[in-house]
């Protein structure tokens, strides 16, 4: 943790602030007794000799005026000060907090979720060390992870490509918990959520489950097939190109000034028509047939309910 | 009264004044003796520098000013997180965000006091004028005069700035223009000038009302601008939103296809018709 320089290189220094800090660094990392707060300063190297208790404590008063919020060792701290809170904290502001919003909604928009993994894990470290409720809880609710149990989201971040067969509990909208069992496929994020997708063993049809609906992975294992999602092969003709954000799997066919030829594999139907209804007018779907009919035929009912 | 030792107490005040900014020796004494209420001489502030540098504590004179540089015990990021951040500048520099980007590369500056790595802040091009314009606006609430190209033609309008924001990697703007957000790509923009007028901001933006049906109204997740105003016996929700580019809304709610229907206001329910009739034109319908 620390890299002292020599004595010689430093002509004057104050040991008892060396101390200090050398006690504070030690308190950031973990919550200690004064036992292991003089056996950290001894392995600095900073003095041979052990201090007294007594020296240690009005260390940490020192601290405390200082402006750190330091525990009294207790049952709940396993007799240990722990260090609540200290005057080095990073403090965000809430224009930085939004620049944070911004970048991450502009680079998770249709990506890949590892990105926004990364992000989750960035907030949740800067929360951590903004001791700060507030500005913790905002940093936190930027991606929706935290809705997700954090023992199923690592489990199911470990099985990203094995192709296990999976069984889950799972809670569907209306709350009701029901088993699942399928061939993990792929985690995907779409509207900052993490969805995992697979194949449903007794149909063999494409399954996806929004994790955090997932409240416990039971049972991992090897199975005898391997996961081959439908796919729905789409292609459709899209005007203002410039102004849609083209999902990163898009081929562009053909492209002239301002319309284009995009080919795009879908692995559920639902995302596919909800995809090319959300570009509007500017979308003209050419193929499948399938979902051709069935975007028109939601078109038809959408034009009764606004009739 | 609790007993502490007043020499360590004085490294501990003049590291917490070097997190807030940096100081000239003399600036450094002066603050130190104000602090801790007691005159701080040149010998003494060195010595405390020193301590803090024997301890790893990287504090080194830049231009004059006495500046920290690393802590030893700060944040820690994982590689990911390292990479993340690499990610974020290559990502950034292609864009202008203008204000996004300064914050960012602000938050950056206080973590890097705060760690024993070094993360390279966001370099981008110099804004031009029309984003510094455009800024200003929005800092100071006056209009601007935006003129840009819409379908090949050159508009003129006089419009509230409200954000930079992306489309993808193309650098945007939103503006507030009778009561309606939208947004318009960078590079449609000719020109923009900040006018003296007074903005009224997003104040006059249209609140437009819609109602989620059957399992997207459990489903759906409140956007941060958004918030519910009714819930019904069948389950149903009434969402308000206030601040979604026309365009955009129009098209995220018709993607929700029959489980979603505007309530108001008329020219929205209106426009959403239109669009269905000219999506439903294209397929000779």
Known sequence: ???????AE???????????????GALMVAPRDLQDLNNIISECGLVDKNYSNDTIRIALSTLKAAGCNITRPCKATMYKYKLISHPFALSITDEEIASLKT?????????????????????????????????????RSITSFYRISMDVYERLLAEDGKNNVLTIIYANP???????????GRIFLKSNKLYVEGCDLENKRTVCYNMSRIR???????????????IYQVRYKLKNIDYHTLLPEANVEKKDKDEAIINIEFTNKFFAIQHILSLGADCTILEPAEIKNEVISKLMELRKLYA | MLKVNVSSLRVLQMLQLLFEKDYTMNELMAALSEVSKERCSNFLVSKYINTCRFCGIDIQKINGKYTLLKLPFGIEFS??????????RKYSSELRLGKNIRAYNSLLSKINKRSDRYYSKIETPEDDKNIQSFEFAIENTLKINL?????GKSILILCDPLELTSEGRKLAIIINYNGERKKILY???????????????????????????????????????????GIEDDGSITVLNKTEDKQSLLNRLLKYDTLCEIVSPKVYKKEMKQLIDDTLANYGK
Do not use: C
């Not at chain 1, 416990?216 to 439908?230: A, C, D, H, L, R």
């Open chain 1, 1 to 7: 943790m620390y890299t002292f320089q020599t004595k």
């Open chain 1, 10 to 24: 430093v002509t004057q220094i104050s040991l008892t602030g060396a101390r200090l800090i050398v006690i504070l």
């Open chain 1, 103 to 139: 970048l991450y909604a502009n680079m998770t928009r249709g990506s890949d979720y590892k990105i926004a993994v990364k992000f989750n894990e960035l907030f949740n470290v800067l929360a951590d060390y903004t001791f700060n409720d507030e500005t913790a809880g905002k940093l």
């Open chain 1, 174 to 184: 209306a709350k009701r918990l029901s088993e699942k069992k399928f061939i993990f």
């Open chain 1, 216 to 230: 416990k992975v039971v049972k991992s294992e090897k199975g005898e097939y391997e996961y081959k999602p439908e």
């Open chain 2, 79 to 88: 590689d990911d997180v390292l990479s993340l951040f690499d990610d974020i």
């Open chain 2, 147 to 151: 003129n840009y190209i819409e379908k």
């Open chain 2, 187 to 229: 590079q449609d923009v000719i020109s923009i000038a900040a006018s003296n007028i007074k903005s009224s901001g997003s104040i006059l933006s249209t609140s437009v009302i819609f109602k989620l049906h059957n399992q997207l109204a459990r489903r759906y997740t409140i956007r941060p601008d958004e918030k519910v105003v």
